[in-house]
């Protein structure tokens, strides 16, 4: 018996599925419920909040050269691009960014036949785009975080919560197809890596995000009757940091694991090794990256006195490296080919490594980096680990997202080059948190090393930007084979058993499973037999 046999009297069904028409017009766009077509919106425009929040980032390292007073930024439009680059690296790239990945992907390795909710994971797209136009209107007129008008402030605190709302609507999609519409046999245990992680994270995000929506409550309450519990505009930003700093940003780089965990026995050609372990390490790390709680009552600096904030710190590095030992592990078992995507995906697990080793060490309270640069330097490892998982899965699962292969030569090299570049900006930020920069860019002269280390961050983000810019391009003009296979990398899971581009419905017939690498095992069985 195959392992991917139709389940009787299960045969997929159109009916009551949305009809998978051409893209082109924008009613087709808006009235979709196609999850592959969703999904690719909000990939393809994260990518443009991705570019727009690096280029924040580039004003904020050119006002750190400054060697004398604020050149290009008043002291209020400092904390308001501060804000669009931080809070927008989750809420405008991270986020959506997987969100979208899983959306496409999570269904055909559970072997559902469409997304759960479809007009409502559309709805969260739609509202996300909206809450995204309408954030930024808020910090060009003048509002948010260190802005002066008030109703500027009030848009901005209204497009965050609907930014917010509407991601957690696309998480509970994906959550529920996971849950609700997993194929004959598809076990929890024996769904794939990346769904497992988006399963983790999900759940993070539902647990955490719900209390950045009652934080902007209290800040709105506070904002419009005379700023008594936390003072001026400035201090928004302050109350939302968590968001951005230890544990909570590991939120986001937990789908960065089970992109590389899916790809390395593909490209190894052998059986993940020690699956349990993996799937635990995934979710432990998710476990750890629950961050809510570790926010400071007064001074951001003083969650770094508690020790449950510090031991969490320093666990965290633990379940990142026994991801990794174990892909080292089945990289040993079997005979690697490299790939763009493999390339990449091990690019971002080092990325989130020397992210997680630079939580570590920012928790040890005798150093003194509460309040650095070290937190901006740590944050940017995070979201680069991010950036390399989202464009890895990108170009291993083009087939099923574009219907086409892209260019490996491109995804062998925009891998490096963004992992350089991303070395490049937060290295020196790290050695100068360790020089008592501060997190905040500072209004007066700096000195010469600090100004030379600024420098260089400046050109590794300005690296970033182009390998980012280079990246979308490439995935915008399809660049590769047209006459792609259905599966041209021998993938181990269900994805891989339908076309490419999927059909609606995503599969001629239901599969039925009896193993967690089904396509695995049935290639091995059928060259047994022969």
């Known amino acids: 018996m195959t392992i991917t046999e139709t389940a009787p009297e299960a045969e997929a069904s159109d009916a009551g599925h949305p009809e998978g028409r051409a893209d082109g017009d924008l009613a087709t766009l808006v009235t979709t419920g196609d999850h592959k077509r969703i999904g690719r919106l909000f990939l393809g425009t994260s990518l443009l909040g991705l570019i727009t929040v690096v280029v924040a980032g580039l004003i904020l390292d050119l006002e750190r050269l400054s060697t004398d007073s604020f050149e290009l930024l008043t002291s209020g439009s400092v904390v308001q691009v501060t804000a669009l680059h931080e809070l927008g690296l989750v809420l405008l790239f991270a986020l959506p960014a997987l969100i979208g990945l899983a959306m496409v992907i999570v269904p055909l390795q559970v072997g559902a036949s469409t997304l759960a909710f479809p007009r409502a994971a559309a709805l969260s797209f739609w509202g996300w785009l909206l809450g995204a136009a309408l954030w930024v209107a808020g910090l060009l007129v003048g509002g948010g975080p260190g802005g002066t008008d008030l109703q500027g402030t009030d848009l901005w605190l209204l497009a965050t919560g609907m930014l917010i709302v509407s991601l957690l609507l696309g998480t509970v999609c994906v959550l529920t197809t996971i849950f609700g519409l997993r194929t004959t046999g598809m076990t929890l245990r024996r769904i794939p890596a990346f769904s ?293 990398w021998g993938g181990h899971t269900l994805e891989w058993a339908t076309t490419s581009p999927p059909p609606v419905g995503n599969f001629a017939e239901a599969p039925v499973v009896t193993d967690d690498r089904p396509l695995f095992t049935e290639t091995a069985e059928e060259d047994a037999s022969a």
């Open 196 to 488: 497992f992680s988006m399963l983790v994270a999900g759940s993070v995000w539902l647990i955490t995000l719900p209390v950045a929506v009652a934080n902007l409550l209290i800040i709105y309450l506070d904002h419009r009757h005379a700023q008594v519990m936390w003072g001026a505009n400035e201090a928004i930003l302050s109350q939302l940091s968590w968001l951005t700093g230890q544990p909570q940003i590991y939120a986001i780089a937990i789908p960065v694991l089970g992109i590389a965990a899916d790809q390395i026995p593909v490209f190894a050609g052998v059986r993940q090794r020690f699956t349990g372990v993996l799937m635990a390490a995934i979710g432990i790390f998710g476990f750890l990256a629950i961050g809510a709680w570790a926010q400071a009552a007064i001074q951001p600096t003083d969650i770094f006195d508690e020790p449950l904030f510090v031991a969490v710190g320093v666990l965290a590095v633990l379940p990142v490296l026994m991801v990794l030992a174990l892909g080292g592990e089945t990289i040993r078992a079997g005979k690697l080919r490299p790939s763009g995507s493999l390339i990449t995906a091990l690019c971002a697990g080092l990325a989130l490594l020397a992210a997680t080793a630079a939580g570590a060490v920012h928790v040890i309270e005798p150093l003194e980096l509460a309040g650095t640069s070290w937190h901006t330097g740590q944050m940017n490892l995070t979201v680069l680990a991010v950036i390399l998982g989202v464009l890895s899965g990108s170009w291993y699962w083009a087939p099923k997202l574009f219907g086409r292969t892209l260019d490996d030569v491109a995804g062998k090299l925009i891998g490096p080059l963004l992992l350089l570049g991303g070395l490049l900006l937060a290295v020196p930020l790290l050695v100068a948190g360790i020089l008592d920069q501060p997190v905040t860019v500072p209004p007066g002269p700096v000195d010469d090393p600090v100004g030379a280390l600024n420098g260089a961050a400046f050109a590794g983000r300005a690296l970033v930007l182009l390998a980012v810019i280079g990246a979308a391009a490439t995935l915008l003009r399809g660049r590769g084979r047209t006459d792609t296979p259905d599966d041209p």
